[in-house]
């Protein structure tokens, strides 16, 4: 059971860890440079801009595959942090400094969609998924990308995930 009296910054530090050991369990999200802003159990995905993501050097505007892998690694971290939010708040898992070299069983992506809504300026990019169906097998998400206004979409997805077995 979780220890009401446990100090915030005690509490603070558990979920950062346990958040960067989720992050650190998939190279290709450091390969990509994205990062995770954490408020209490909300996520918003960051991609900063990188040259080596443009896919047209004229206009420049995004790859659609770095498009859509942002997308995709924003639906699976928010689909896992969710999961494993609720077992931290539970007290049925308590990761340490020491658990980030044990491996994490992510979702696995059944089907993914991208709606390319308009093409992405080089500019860094913001995501937020919304876990909207999640049962012990399966799990549906949408996520929403944007950049410096989040009512301006350059893209968006819905994708469905086999959960992991445990």
């Known amino acids: 059971m979780v220890d009401r009296n446990e100090p915030l910054h005690e509490i603070k530090s558990r979920r950062d860890t346990a958040l960067r050991t989720l992050i650190q369990s998939v190279?290709?999200?450091r390969w990509m440079g994205i990062?995770?802003?954490r408020r209490g159990d909300e996520l918003t995905a960051v991609m900063?801009?990188?040259e080596k993501l443009?896919?047209?050097p004229l206009l420049p505007a995004l790859h659609g595959g770095a498009t859509a892998a942002f997308l995709e690694i924003a639906g699976v971290v928010e689909l896992a942090w969710s999961a494993m939010w609720e077992d931290m708040e539970s007290g049925?898992?308590?990761l340490s400094e020491s658990d980030q070299d044990t491996p994490l069983r992510l979702p696995k992506t059944i089907d993914f969609t991208v709606d390319?809504?308009?093409?992405?300026?080089?500019r860094d990019a913001y995501a937020r998924a919304r876990v909207v169906r999640s049962g012990r097998r399966y799990?549906?998400?949408h996520i929403e990308a944007w950049q410096d206004n989040r009512a301006k979409l350059f893209a968006q997805a819905t994708a469905h995930f086999l959960m992991p077995q445990s």
């Open 48 to 50: 900063p801009y990188d």
């Open 92 to 94: 049925r898992i308590r």
């Open 27 to 29: 190279p290709y999200i």
């Open 54 to 56: 443009i896919g047209n």
């Open 116 to 122: 390319y809504l308009r093409s992405r300026l080089p």
């Open 35 to 37: 990062e995770f802003d």
């Open 139 to 141: 799990a549906s998400v």
